[in-house]
């Protein structure tokens, strides 16, 4: 048929009731190429082209299509009841979809039933209808309080059909075949086989309009045919935003449902589809956006010409490659929907069977008639997902989730004419990176960086799982925020591989008491996991979850004594026995933690093992970086059980004492695990760095030679610390310890630890326990000449991180942290004279410590691109840069908590001018090593951050900020109160910034305390430390401000002034100021009184220095801005009517100094005003 007209029977407010059916011919063309396309396959051939026309087809409506099981069917029971009322009719077919935990063409427990009679409200207000049927149940099917089976209606009065003697395929799989062992059989579907499926297809093309409803259609698709499916919209774009393709069926259909192709703003609603190879509800090219797919059905779906990705445990599986049988390659992972973009409303949908229920594929650019468009389809956001269902799923690979956001759809290098498609995890093509701007269009380049503060999130709500022996969900990659999602019985509750993953109440059920109905019988093959920390860049926090029946039920479980927890392995619906709630993968000397996973309000219900370290290699014999780095901050308590705030941490007895720091550790030997109070100490928190001492050495991490590196190899032609075998053939350690980092302090020495603490490698990554007195790194050989620190992921201000190494006395020390992208911006540390003063820094310092040969340096978190205004960045901190960032630091936040993220490029770089020894990049000398005494008098160590009088006693000392400090007090904000902050910098810079040029701490000169500022780097001026006081001061008040101030140099003497810069909404802009001759002998007092008096609404106000010569350095220390009345003489009034306003002049103060000519002065014996035009 070619529809230019219209075809239609009945409408919408007038349906066709009685029986229609319209039956397609024509045999399968022999010349269909590579491309599925055939001359002969016209869109007219053995289908309805509605080329133009309209196709407006309208059945009687029966309510709804399809329900779900108000409790369950027994083998042999004759009727089923629903949860909701029908109006289905006798003689009509129905479909109960299976509960079991596989699904395809060999093993399968779906039925289709006829109905005898149906009952409405069999039990009033419980039951909507009771279907009774010509015939029994020959399977189970489940209904419980968790998940029910879905009964789909397959009959409709009017019907499209392939003919019965040309659409079956004529090459069946006649079965046999095996693969990839699964639970203990290895059956799979014989691949290259039902390939001649050629049933009738439906095509709207060409500005045509497609409005169907109440139509069943049957033996339809044509198999690896491109475009000739059951029905199609085909590149209509916008101009059919009012079609509909609603309540519905398809059952066996050789490709596919429904394709929405090119096409925008359509409806897909109530459908059921059932027995149908390739991918049912189907997004043909990626750029489809707008549509509404809501509550529809599809079951038992095939891969096409039955080649299936059947696959084991790895991550990877070998790509599939377009050909004559398998046009499209992605249909080797065939499940129900097929979302290639998420901008779309995904609602209310039902999945059973299929290699995924909803499989959500990457596509890094279109493909098809729409491969030129300038889109990434995998960057898309999400519209809505909420509500969907997928059971009986995710057989054929293990990490295969019901929802399985992963999988790469990418046109062949080698003949881009040709598709290619990835199943498994790919790190290059199958990236998704959802963000708020369309790099696309703003940089022309759909791969350009997405900035935090850019960053979008997949949000899927409401979603559910059950019976299915792999991951609920898997997402290789794209941040999401998952809500409200439910697993029962399931072997995985989530699998998330992706940095940004946020969680919130989600409901894990590993087992629920039903049978598992799975082929060989054997469940307890299966495990039962909640959830898996990943091993390396991640973000994950889950909140307010719930875990139920998971984990294995063992005699070591000493969190829940019940005699029902988690489960056994009993053959019915029992778990393998190393099933945990919590896993933890530790397997690699390669990718190792940083800071990554956090967690609150966590919820156990009956389970059994909580937590396991997988190492999957060696388990854990010997130990991986991996594994000894393993971290976890429990924000409640609620997931250790302790009930207050925890780090969870690695328990391997090859760390050392690096997480048990004190004797309120508790320990899980089983996982095994360190439990650690957060609130036993005072700033205790979690910190991560990266250490890189010679690039010789950190460059071979990740090679897999076959020869582990030895001392005579010189790092040449062999292997360290990669993600396999952690032993050679010889059994030389591929990763072996080049020294240790351990907490500083005599309980952490090799008499309280005889393993020396934590091995430090040739991947040397770090995460610790931060807050304490300090980590100490010690090297086998000898002290680094040079050190490099990266990936730094600390929060700078709730916890120091404060790193110790020890050097020989004589060695000096240029310490710089660096900015990436910008070669100049770079922070010079200075000296400070205590490890106390380091600690409580701002960053930028260091010390060494003569009588233990140890330098200290304070590690902080940087912006990834400058360094300007030095300070303790904390992760709130708006990023200063003009750049795309919202924040200066990188972080994850969600439900509450806030994660780190380091950014690449920042580091740290400590060089040491000490003789190099025999093994190059090391100090000749490495000093006898002196343990410091971390605590005071009459006080012992009892943590690596705290000192007290006796173990276990609560008279303790808990260092702060040094005892030379004298911390501002928060002004008042009344009159008589110093209203500067940090007025003689004891704090560092916190609370003042430069205005240009550079300022920074000085401890050689001190008008009072221990330091002062020196402003250096002037290129102008007015370049001085400057703080802002509109939140401290007021209009139409008068202040006292002053300061000390004294040069650095060979300047004898010049003009320093300390400024207020006024902001008005009137005026706009003034300056007034008071000046004085300083020297470079002593210290000189800047002091006087100056009226804030504005003409309108006072907007801002800053103080700053200012005033020598280019050039010139000067110090500035104990400045003052006091309040002394309200009101004020006005320095504008006062001024001489007779001074030129803007020529140069030059008057005389009544001290004698020379003004400069720029400047109006008002004396007030014996110190002056000025005022300033700019």
Not at 74 to 83: E, F, M, P, T, V
Not at 365 to 376: Q, T
Request: aromatic letters at 10%; charged letters at 15%.
């Amino acid at each position: 048929m070619d529809v230019q007209g219209a075809l239609r029977a009945g409408s919408e407010t007038c349906v066709y009731d009685t029986e229609l059916t319209i039956t397609l011919h024509g045999s399968r063309p022999t010349d269909l190429d590579i491309y599925g396309k055939s001359p002969t396959a016209t869109p007219s051939y053995k289908g309805i082209s509605v080329n133009g026309g309209i196709i407006s087809m309208h059945g009687k409506r029966h309510f709804p299509t399809w329900s779900r099981l108000a409790e369950s069917v027994r083998i042999g029971q004759n009727y089923l009841l629903l949860q909701e009322q029908v109006n289905w009719e006798a003689g009509q077919e129905v479909l109960l979809t299976t509960t079991a935990v596989h699904d395809s063409r060999d093993w399968h427990r779906n039925e289709v039933m006829t109905i005898d009679y149906v009952v409405d409200n069999p039990i009033p207000g419980v039951v909507g209808s009771a279907v009774h049927f010509t015939s029994s149940a020959t399977y189970a099917h489940i209904a419980n309080n968790g998940y029910q089976a879905e009964v789909g209606l397959l009959s409709r009065n009017i019907k499209i059909q392939g003919a019965a003697d040309d659409s079956e395929p004529t090459d069946p799989d006649t079965g046999g075949c095996t693969g990839n062992g699964h639970f203990g059989v290895n059956f799979k579907p014989c691949p290259w086989t039902s390939t001649t499926g050629f049933g009738g297809h439906i095509m709207v093309h060409s500005g045509g309009k497609g409005y169907m409803e109440g139509v069943e259609l049957y033996r339809m698709g044509q198999t690896n045919v491109l475009g000739r499916y059951p029905f199609h919209w085909h590149q209509l774009g916008n101009a059919c935003s009012d079609c509909y393709f609603r309540a519905n069926s398809i059952h066996r259909s050789f490709y596919r449902c429904i394709s929405i192709h090119g096409t925008h703003n359509t409806t897909v609603s109530e459908n059921v589809a059932y027995d149908v190879d390739g991918y049912c509800y189907y997004l043909e090219d990626g750029v489809e956006e707008d549509n509404t797919i809501s509550f529809n059905l599809a079951a038992h779906i095939h891969p096409v010409s039955n080649v299936v990705a059947d696959s084991g445990g790895g991550q990877t599986i070998t790509p599939f490659v377009q050909s004559r049988d398998l046009i499209l390659p992605a249909d080797a992972t065939a499940s129900g929907y097929y979302i290639t973009n998420l901008h779309n409303d995904i609602i209310g949908n039902a999945a059973s069977g299929g290699w995924a229920g909803f499989a959500l594929p990457v596509l890094h650019s279109p493909i098809g008639a729409n491969r030129d468009v300038n889109m990434r389809p995998g960057n898309r956001l999400t519209k809505v997902f909420d509500g969907n269902v997928a059971h009986s799923t995710g057989w054929w690979w293990s990490h295969a989730g019901a929802f399985y956001s992963g999988g790469s759809l990418y046109y062949s290098s080698g003949d881009d004419t040709l598709l290619e498609y990835n199943a498994g995890r790919d790190q290059s093509k199958g990236t998704r990176s959802p963000c708020l701007v369309d790099k696309c269009v703003e940089n022309n380049n759909c791969g350009s960086y997405c900035y935090e503060g850019e960053r979008a999130w997949y949000k899927l709500t409401n979603n559910k799982v059950f019976m299915t022996a792999s991951p609920s969900l898997n997402s290789w990659s794209g941040r999401m925020e998952v809500i409200r999602f439910e697993a029962h019985d399931v072997a995985l509750g989530m699998e998330a591989l992706q940095d940004g993953f946020g969680i919130d109440q989600l409901l894990v059920e590993c087992r629920s008491g039903e049978e598992w109905v799975i082929p060989g019988n054997r469940p307890d093959y299966v495990s039962a996991n909640g959830f898996f920390w990943y091993d390396t860049g991640q973000g994950h926090i889950i909140s307010s979850s719930t875990f139920r029946n998971c984990g294995a039920r063992n005699a070591n479980n000493a969190y829940d004594t019940s005699p029902t927890r988690g489960c056994d392995t009993n053959e019915i619906n029992g778990c393998s026995s190393g099933s945990t709630v919590w896993g933890f993968l530790t397997h690699s000397d390669q990718f190792t933690p940083e800071l990554m996973q956090a967690t609150s309000g966590i919820t156990y219900e009956d389970c059994g093992r909580r937590f396991k370290l997988v190492d999957f290699k060696d388990n854990n014999t010997p130990s991986s970086v991996s594994g000894r780095a393993q971290n976890w901050i429990d924000t409640d308590g609620s997931a250790s059980g302790l009930n207050e705030p925890t780090i969870m941490a690695s328990g391997l007895t090859d760390a050392g004492n690096w997480w048990k720091v004190d004797s309120n550790v508790v320990d899980d030997p089983e996982a095994p695990l360190a439990f650690i109070k957060v609130n036993d100490g005072n700033e205790r928190g979690l910190g991560h760095i990266r250490l890189r001492w010679k690039d010789e050495i950190h460059n071979t991490v990740g090679n897999g030679s076959s020869k582990a590196c030895t001392p005579s190899d010189n790092w040449q032609n062999c292997g360290t610390c990669y993600n396999g075998s952690k032993v050679d053939g010889s059994g030389d350690p591929y990763c072996p310890a080049l020294g240790r980092i351990r907490h500083i302090g005599s309980k952490f020495d090799l008499t309280n630890d005889p393993t020396g603490g934590l091995p430090i490698t040739a991947n040397a990554e770090v995460a610790g326990l931060t807050g304490g007195f300090a980590w100490l790194l010690q090297l086998d050989d000898g002290p680094p000449k040079s050190l490099k620190i990266d990936q730094i992921e600390v929060d700078p201000v709730e916890t120091p991180m404060v790193l110790a190494i020890p050097y020989d006395s004589g060695t000096s020390f240029s310490i710089t942290a660096h900015a990436a992208y910008c070669s100049s911006c770079v922070e010079t540390f200075f000296a400070v004279n205590s490890v106390d003063h380091v600690r409580a820094s701002q960053g930028n310092t260091y010390y060494y410590d003569e009588a233990t040969k140890l330098l200290y340096v304070r590690i902080v978190q940087t912006p990834q691109t400058y360094l300007t205004d030095w300070h303790l960045w904390n992760l709130d901190d708006l990023n200063m840069d003009g750049g795309p960032r919202t924040h200066a630091l990188d972080r994850f936040t969600f439900s509450g908590i806030t994660l780190p993220s380091f950014a690449y490029g920042p580091y740290l770089q400590i060089d040491a001018d000490c003789a190099e020894g025999a093994i190059s990049g090391h100090c000749a000398t490495t000093p006898s090593y002196v343990e410091p005494e971390v605590c005071p008098p009459d006080y012992i160590q009892v943590s690596y951050d705290k000192c007290c009088v006796s173990e276990g006693s609560s008279a303790c000392y808990i260092p702060t900020l040094p005892p030379t400090f004298s911390p501002t007090p928060q002004p008042t904000f009344g009159q008589g109160d110093n209203l500067v902050l940090n007025p003689g910098f004891e704090s560092g810079l916190t609370d003042w910034y430069a205005n240009s040029g550079l300022i920074q701490i000085d401890t050689s000169q001190a008008h009072s305390g221990t330091q002062s500022v020196l402003a250096t780097g002037r290129t102008s001026t007015w370049n001085g430390p400057q703080q802002t006081m509109i939140e401290r001061m007021s209009a139409n008040k008068t202040y006292r401000i002053s300061c000390w101030a004294k040069l650095k140099g060979t300047t004898s003497s010049d003009t320093l002034k300390l400024t207020l810069r006024i902001n008005d909404d009137v005026d706009g802009t003034k300056w007034l100021g008071i000046s004085n001759t300083i020297n470079n002998q002593d210290w000189t007092l800047i002091q006087g009184d100056i009226a804030v008096n504005v003409a309108g609404t006072l907007t801002g106000i800053d103080l700053y220095a200012e005033g020598p010569a280019v050039g010139v350095e000067y110090y500035v220390d104990d400045v003052s801005a006091i309040e002394v009345s309200s009101g004020g003489r006005s320095l504008e009034s006062a001024r001489s009517s007779t001074q030129p306003q803007h020529e140069d002049v030059e008057m005389q103060a009544a001290s004698g100094a020379v003004v400069s000519p720029m400047f109006a002065l008002l004396t007030v014996a014996p110190i002056f005003l000025w005022y300033q035009w700019k």
